[in-house]
């Protein structure tokens, strides 16, 4: 499907230098600002204290967050757990300060905040097991807020997060790198790759400078920009295979800024409604999501942009040619066969 159709090629590897020049620039800023600033890790990579509380009514994410805050906890995750009565809390690791007392802490806090008094009974299970339960409760003894489970994230279990989170990211870049050089050529493999890891390190350089909370769920969606991307690239490496067996007499700039342009209205059709749901997200989705929302909306941006000007002007300049994706048709010997 079209929405317009252009009739003549947009010279885009008439301008790869400077545009390539722009792609450097920025990677290099990004690689700067990880370098210097750092990436700013959530509760699931540095450790911390993970509480659910649960609410009779919709939580006040806002009151809880500024709540948190004003007793000390710098950067509090509360996110919806399930219902909007659930709550989630990640509070990253305070020094000086036992899991105990963290939760404790964080616990009166919230119990202050709703005009309540914490209050520890003993309740019996399905299994008959006798076990405390924390709650809120106000004057007239009616519970405002529950304390559901309490759990404790220690710095070992942050670090194997982080391992594991570097050998998913490997794992994809080396199945993507396979991938295509089985599908296309070795020289499209290398510049698909490139390209994407410009992706990656441009979306993590803004969270480093802007000093955004990375977490599991932005992990994630740098993932799913990797394969977005790779998709991208892979409409247009097929393109310009096509176009090679059609059009002999085209060079090799000229077949990819053909190839390009056919493909621009199914890529606007296709990162413009990616994009309006994603900037949904990001607009609606509320804090749980904003990050992750941020993530994909920088990668969807980015990932258009380095399919177009870096991964196939880095194949041109890799020496790209019609020989290496159209083999040539072997002409029939008319003395084949058996020779009397």
Same mark, same amino acid.
């Given at each position: ?72 906890? #710098? ?75 309490? #759990? ?10 982080? #391992? ?38 441009? %979306? ?63 890529? %606007? %059709? ?71």
């Amino acid at each position: 499907m079209e929405f317009f159709k252009i009739k003549r090629d947009i010279p885009f590897m008439r301008h790869a230098v400077i545009l390539n020049v722009i792609s450097i620039v920025t990677f290099l800023a990004a690689v700067f600002f990880l370098a210097t600033k750092g990436l700013h890790y959530s509760v699931e990579f540095t450790g911390g204290t993970l509480m659910e509380l649960h609410y009779p009514h919709a939580a006040d994410q806002e009151k809880i967050r500024a709540t948190l805050r004003g007793v000390g906890f #710098e950067a509090p995750e509360v996110t919806s757990f399930g219902t909007a009565q659930d709550v989630l809390l990640r509070l990253p690791i305070a020094e000086g300060s036992a899991q105990a007392d963290t939760s404790s802490r964080a616990f009166t806090a919230v119990c202050a905040s709703e005009q309540g008094t914490p209050q520890v009974t003993q309740v019996q299970t399905d299994k008959g097991q006798t076990v405390a339960r924390t709650s809120c409760v106000n004057a007239a003894g009616q519970e405002l807020v529950s304390l559901q489970r309490v #759990e404790y994230v220690g710095p070992a279990v942050g670090k194997e997060l982080q #391992e594991n989170g570097l050998n998913a990211l490997l794992m994809v870049v080396i199945g993507v790198v396979v991938y295509l050089a089985i599908r296309f050529e070795w020289k499209f493999a290398v510049s698909a790759i490139i390209a994407n890891l410009h992706d990656v390190v441009i %979306i993590l350089g803004f969270f480093a400078f802007f000093e955004w909370e990375f977490s599991l769920t932005v992990l994630a969606a740098i993932l799913a920009v990797l394969g977005y991307s790779v998709n991208e690239s892979v409409v247009i490496f097929d393109r310009i295979r096509e176009m090679f067996r059609k059009q002999r007499k085209m060079t090799v700039p000229q077949v990819i800024d053909h190839a390009i342009t056919s493909t621009i209205s199914r890529t %606007i %059709i296709t990162h413009g409604s990616t994009q309006i749901m994603v900037l949904s997200m990001l607009l609606f989705g509320g804090p749980a999501l904003h990050y992750f929302a941020m993530a994909l909306t920088i990668g969807i941006c980015f990932g258009i942009y380095s399919s177009v000007f870096v991964a196939a002007a880095l194949a041109m300049w890799l020496g790209v040619k019609r020989e290496d994706l159209v083999k040539p048709v072997k002409e029939k010997d008319e003395t084949d066969g058996a020779v009397v």
